[in-house]
């Protein structure tokens, strides 16, 4: 019975793949875009789930990974004119870099002190890019050059939800491998039991930064590539509500869960262009329904393995 | 304005902004010390006290007129009127999660927060409302340094509230149970203490004290707008955590310090005001590193 | 079960939003309009709005365009960037011939790329941060005069009044610092001092310490560049704290609630402002028409957002088509458009040619036009 039911929800699960691939045959702009935000939300989401959901950490700022992404992007195609795509190894590291700095002074605190911690680093982090020169202050960064892909400029819609789509399913591919590696099992003991992991020989300052530091490469690219999408970035998009959007797509599809998290992202884009139609209530509705969603399903959407 | 003079006024500027730190900060420490939750909430209660209170005073102005007399009897209806909203939130949002994970719970907050943003939004269109009170500029000089009246009846109504919770909290016997709660809840129950109402009592009191704020606020700057609860929330937050989250003074001293952290800030000298957010998150920061608990938190063995 | 009615869910949600796409009838054209209707600014927003409908039903009544009936669709841009640009991408794909509107700059800036690959130009209304300019691929006409044109009024107020020195404050975001930056360079330009240049927080409501340090530089005149809620209570906190020097303000907090806010403390405040209805003899019946039919009186952009509308249709009737190419010729070539708000010709740069400033002042509770 049970390997029945998986059969079927593979089958599912391959219907679904074919589906987000085709799309763009039928769809127009506006759900290209749409969804490429999906898949965007899916990549941090996904991101902030290794350190939320896997290691256990409250994570408050985690829109600083993605500012730091985006803005090292920015900042070299535009005032370095460095090529797009060598750009993202350097938003890697600065996203990776800044992740240890966040983590690091971070490891000893309780959780609540961990929260107002990490949301200090988020808004330090925004406040400076609005007052420095070299991040255009609060007007941003504009005029960012689309990249080429192997001759092909990515200039529409299709091009950045294949790339977004690639991204995700890199991002859910390594989260898989993830939580079922060493490490994954190390966060997963860490986050149950701190002391009993370190009484097991796990080195837990270093399972803990590098869930801050993996983490934070997601944000990172997804930063990369959001800049080049937007073309204009500015300080706004980092704000804390930005954090708190993605934490809330962590939890409500059900934080630790790939599948659950993913369902998560969706909602968090889909939900509020759905409401579209009841005009200026369209955010008071969304709300309402996260809401129910967290009082009818505390542990999230997705629900916990069965047997 | 000679360099002295400058530091008087600031330190004035200073514990004005604290005290309403330090009153929506009360709130927040009091929920957590008691159900260990993250209110995010807490800040839109402010918000939601501030326009409850412009509707009952406008209500009231035809018999009791804008003045004191009006602000004080409007003050203390919105008071018990937003602490029922509070206790309303509490049954209907948090009682249900008790058992859940708690970062389930705080994400909960969250969207009760979202829900109270974007309903008064939507009922004000993003207006802003202009408070109908003039109090006039009228105050004390001392050197340079002005005080208006405005202010000085702010603090001392601000100080009045914060010894009324002390007596009640360390003289009553429902602040006795409250506190014996936040040690054991179990061992409360079994001696016959009735942890529901304490706990729903713990949310009246704290939203009660938010609305004040949020009252006060209106009556002193002048307008209120859906989001000016975002970022008294972030900073009273701040300030209950600079004190040691779960502290009842140690929630007064942290928004007094962030107070004038912010005052200070803006005379940083050699960089603009521009980074004077920056410095009071770093201070917050450096604090937490050196002082895990906060100035007047308890350390405590915690397990997750 | 439970997985599968979640499948079941996800799948109607994008049924939803693929359906969510354009539907069009014969005999219409389809025009956009891009404002912010959720968020602290909806109020100019949906003002903003308002105005452009009226401007659509009249050309409806008058025949339509070129025997089209104009309807009109509207996105949220939230004053936010990020959902600007989904705004635009819904305008876009619902098949736009153009758009009017553009309040906030920062969210308008990166719409412009999106409107210049689809090639659908875009009658700017309200933004004129000079970013916008260098942004523009030739599809954005701004109708509001740029920081640029403000920042001169500004000098000029300065000096007729003579000031020396003045202290800046902006509020950390693209239009009021654009507004900023532009007047303490043309400021120092001509010689005279910028003793503080500052920012404050958007939902700030305590200023008092900001007052502080600038009362203790002693400027002869305070400049907020930013919009009109917390450009009161920085007035308010200013006069309480016994500062009796010139205040003056931006076009962003030109309303009628910053004099209701801030009271008796607005008195004598000057503000640098596109003209408003009361100040303008041709918008008489606009004002009259718009209290109709909403039953409020217009607000500070509404008669520049009507003016957009009218001017697209104009241009689209001297284009003689729909097509994008031959509209943005014909807009490029508005020749004084007399609009309600003054007329309308374009720099090379697609900014408005004049500058439509005029300097307003506080009496009695009223803004007057200072001479």
Redo the contacts between chains.
């Keep these: 019975m049970l390997e029945k039911n998986k059969i079927k929800l593979n089958n599912i699960y391959a219907l679904l793949v074919v589906v987000v691939l085709a799309m763009p045959l039928v769809a127009n702009n506006y759900v290209l875009n749409t969804f490429s935000d999906v898949w965007f939300y899916v990549i941090v989401c996904l991101g902030l789930n290794i350190v939320v959901g896997y290691a256990g950490l409250l994570d408050l700022g985690y829109a600083a990974f993605f500012a730091v992404g985006a803005y090292t992007t920015a900042i070299l195609t535009t005032t370095f004119d460095m090529n797009f795509w060598l750009t993202i190894p350097f938003a890697m590291l600065f996203a990776g870099i800044s992740g240890v700095i966040i983590g690091g002074p971070t490891l000893r605190l309780r959780s609540d002190y961990l929260a107002i911690v990490t949301l200090g680093f988020g808004e330090i982090v925004r406040l400076t890019a609005r007052n420095l020169e070299i991040t255009g202050g609060s007007s941003g960064i504009y005029g960012i050059e689309r990249p080429f892909f192997f001759g092909i400029e990515m200039n529409g819609s299709i091009h950045f939800y294949y790339a977004f789509l690639m991204l995700a399913f890199l991002a859910i591919f390594v989260s898989f491998r993830l939580q079922y590696s060493r490490l994954g099992r190390a966060w997963q003991y860490v986050r149950e039991d701190e002391d009993a992991a370190e009484a097991m020989g796990i080195n837990r300052v270093r399972v803990k930064l590098s869930a801050y530091v993996i983490g934070a490469v997601f944000g990172g690219v997804a930063g990369s590539f959001f800049a080049v999408k937007m073309t204009a970035i500015s300080p706004e998009t980092f704000m804390f509500t930005q954090s708190i959007l993605i934490l809330l797509g962590v939890v409500i599809g059900g934080m630790g869960k790939i599948p659950g998290v993913i369902c998560g992202a969706f909602i968090l884009v889909l939900f509020p262009e759905i409401f579209r139609f009841v005009g200026d209530m369209r955010l008071l509705a969304f709300a309402v329904i996260m809401l129910i969603i967290m009082l009818k399903r505390p542990q999230g959407l997705w629900p916990s393995r069965l047997g | 304005?000679s360099t002295l003079d400058?530091f008087f006024?600031?330190l004035a500027?200073?514990l004005?902004?604290g005290s309403?730190y330090s009153m929506v900060a009360l709130g927040y420490t009091m929920v957590?010390g008691i159900i260990?939750l993250?209110n995010f909430a807490h800040g839109d209660i402010y918000m939601v006290g501030g326009f409850v209170g412009l509707i009952t005073l406008s209500l009231l102005s035809p018999f009791l007129g804008a003045g004191w007399a009006g602000i004080l009897v409007a003050m203390i209806i919105s008071m018990i009127l937003v602490g029922l909203l509070g206790v309303l939130i509490q049954r209907?949002?948090y009682v249900?999660?008790l058992s859940?994970?708690?970062?389930?719970?705080?994400?909960?907050a969250?969207?009760?927060s979202?829900?109270l943003?974007?309903?008064v939004?939507?009922m004000t269109?993003?207006?802003?409302k202009?408070f109908p009170v003039?109090l006039g500029?009228e105050g004390l000089e001392f050197g340079n340094v002005?005080i208006?009246y405005t202010q000085i009846i702010l603090v001392s109504s601000t100080a009045t509230l914060m010894l009324v919770l002390h007596f009640f909290i360390s003289k009553t016997m429902y602040g006795k149970a409250m506190r014996a709660i936040a040690i054991d809840q179990d061992a409360c129950r079994l001696m016959g203490i009735n942890v529901k109402t304490i706990i729903a009592m713990t949310f009246f009191v704290g939203s009660a004290l938010a609305c004040a704020a949020g009252v006060m606020?209106g009556v002193y700057?002048?307008?209120i707008?859906?989001?000016?609860g975002?970022?008294?929330g972030?900073k009273a937050?701040?300030a209950a955590?600079i004190g040691g989250?779960g502290s009842i003074p140690g929630a007064v001293l942290g928004g007094l310090i962030l107070g004038l952290l912010?005052?200070?800030?803006?005379?940083l000298p050699f960089i603009?005001?521009?980074?004077k957010?920056?410095f009071a998150?770093?201070i917050?920061?450096l604090l937490?590193?050196f002082k895990?608990?906060?100035l007047l938190g308890k350390t405590e063995i915690?397990?997750? | 079960m439970l997985r599968k009615s979640f499948l079941v869910l996800i799948s109607l949600s994008l049924a939803c939003v693929l359906t969510a796409g354009s539907s069009f009838a014969a005999g219409e054209v389809k025009v956009g309009i891009m404002i912010p209707t959720t968020g602290g600014t909806a109020t100019d927003g949906k003002d903003m709005e308002s105005a452009i409908k009226l401007a659509v039903d009249e050309i409806n009544a008058s025949g339509g365009l070129l025997g089209k009936k104009i309807v009109t669709t509207t996105g949220d841009d939230a004053c936010d960037p990020q959902q600007a640009v989904a705004a635009a991408s819904k305008l876009i794909s619902e098949g736009v011939v153009a758009v009017v509107g553009g309040y906030c700059s920062g969210a308008t800036l990166p719409t412009l790329k999106l409107y210049g690959e689809a090639n659908v130009p875009i009658v700017i209304a309200a933004s004129n941060s000079t970013a916008l300019v260098g942004a523009n691929p030739g599809i954005g006409f701004m109708i509001n005069s740029t920081g640029d044109a403000q920042a001169d009024t500004a000098v000029a107020l300065f000096k007729s009044a003579g000031v020396k020195s003045i202290a800046i404050v902006h509020m950390g975001e693209a239009y009021s610092e654009d507004l900023a930056s532009i007047a303490k360079q043309k400021w120092e330009a001509a010689g005279n001092k910028v003793v503080a240049y500052e920012v404050v927080n958007k939902g700030e409501q305590d200023f008092s310490s900001l007052v502080t340090t600038i009362k203790s530089k002693r400027p002869d005149a305070v400049f907020w560049t930013a919009y009109y809620a917390e450009g009161a209570l920085l007035i308010k906190q200013l006069k309480q704290a016994g500062y009796r020097g010139t205040i003056a303000i931006g076009d962003g907090s030109n309303s009628p609630k910053l004099i209701e806010i801030a009271g008796k403390a607005a008195e004598g405040v000057y503000c640098f402002s596109n003209p408003t209805v009361d100040y303008l003899p041709a918008a008489k019946t606009f004002a009259a028409d718009f209290k109709a039919k909403y039953d409020v009186a217009p607000g500070p952009y509404s008669t520049l957002s009507y003016d957009g509308m009218k001017l697209l249709a104009d241009a689209v009737k001297r284009a003689g088509s729909f097509d994008a190419d031959a509209i943005k010729k014909a807009l490029q070539a508005t020749d004084n458009y007399e609009g309600i708000a003054g007329p309308i010709s374009f720099t090379d740069k697609l900014t408005l040619a004049r500058s439509n400033f005029v300097t307003l002042q506080v009496k009695d509770q009223k803004w007057m036009l200072h001479q």
Excluded: C
């Design positions: 304005m400058i006024q600031q500027n200073g004005i902004l309403f957590y260990k993250l209907i949002a249900p999660m859940a994970p708690r970062l389930s719970i705080l994400i909960t969250l969207a009760v979202m829900v943003y974007n309903f939004m939507s269109s993003g207006e802003y202009a003039d500029y002005f208006t606020a700057y002048g307008s707008h859906f989001f000016m975002f970022l008294i972030l937050f701040t955590v989250i912010e005052a200070f800030g803006t005379q603009g005001s521009e980074w957010d920056v998150f770093a917050l920061i937490l590193l895990p608990t906060g915690e397990r997750m």
